[in-house]
């Protein structure tokens, strides 16, 4: 069966700092891998998602940049963390359809 | 751009009751996908059901079932006999087109009341 997990589950980062956020899946291959980010507890936007290995599409201009350098594999980045990228982001992966398969998520909070 | 939008911000009911949760959607194409997915206060994002536009025939999963009306761009979450674990915020979610992305409502906030 296949599973997803996201790293690391909370994180607290002061303004100006890097991230980096891990996702992975298991069991599958060549899945399509999204990320969201979802604040204040409501709504879901999606901010990247790649439909294979270095091919990433974004959504939404933003300070956050992702990679893909497995298959299984997908980071979400920053160079410099702002206030705004406080947030809950979450993982998630198909196969070639709609139905989503999401992580845990990652609460990042930037102080 | 497709919208979809979830007019309960917040709704209660109590234990053992039904509850529908209403979502509308706008697309001008005939093929698309629906879901609802219920994120518990864990903020697991779970995949509750699924309808294929192109099937008349409404979705069901045990307590949880939909009223998909096509025409009128409707697809509303019934739940059954509430049990106090459906308390979560419920999200509709709607796919169409390439690469497989979904476009989420906002989301209703369900408490189930003992």
């Known amino acids: 069966s296949q599973t997803i997990h996201q790293w690391p589950a909370t994180l607290v980062q002061p303004v100006g700092s890097p991230l980096s956020l891990e996702c992975t899946v298991e069991?599958?291959?060549?899945?399509?891998l999204y990320w969201y980010r979802q604040a204040a507890g409501r709504g879901l936007q999606l901010l990247f998602y790649s439909v294979g290995i270095g091919q990433i599409s974004s959504e939404v201009p933003q300070n956050l940049s992702a990679s893909r350098p497995q298959d299984r594999q997908f980071i979400l980045s920053s160079k410099k963390l702002l206030l705004s990228d406080s947030g809950f982001y979450l993982c998630?992966?198909?196969?070639?359809?709609?139905?989503?398969?999401f992580g845990p998520g990652t609460r990042l909070t930037v102080t | 751009a497709q919208t979809v939008t979830q007019s309960q911000p917040e709704m209660s009911v109590q234990e053992a009751e039904t509850v529908t949760l209403s979502c509308t959607y706008d697309t001008s194409e005939s093929n698309y996908y629906l879901f609802w997915y219920k994120q518990p206060p864990s903020r697991q994002m779970i995949l509750v059901i699924r309808?294929?536009?192109?099937?008349?025939q409404n979705a069901t999963e045990n307590r949880f079932s939909v009223n998909f009306q096509k025409a009128a761009k409707s697809f509303s979450l019934k739940i059954s006999d509430s049990q106090l674990g459906d308390t979560a915020m419920y999200f509709c979610?709607?796919?169409?087109?390439?690469?497989?992305?979904?476009?989420f409502g906002k989301g209703t906030l369900l408490t189930v009341n003992p």
């Open positions: 979610a709607f796919g169409q087109g390439s690469n497989y992305k979904l476009t």
């Open positions: 309808q294929e536009a192109y099937k008349q």
């Open positions: 998630a992966w198909s196969m070639d359809n709609y139905e989503q398969y």
């Open positions: 069991g599958t291959s060549n899945p399509n």
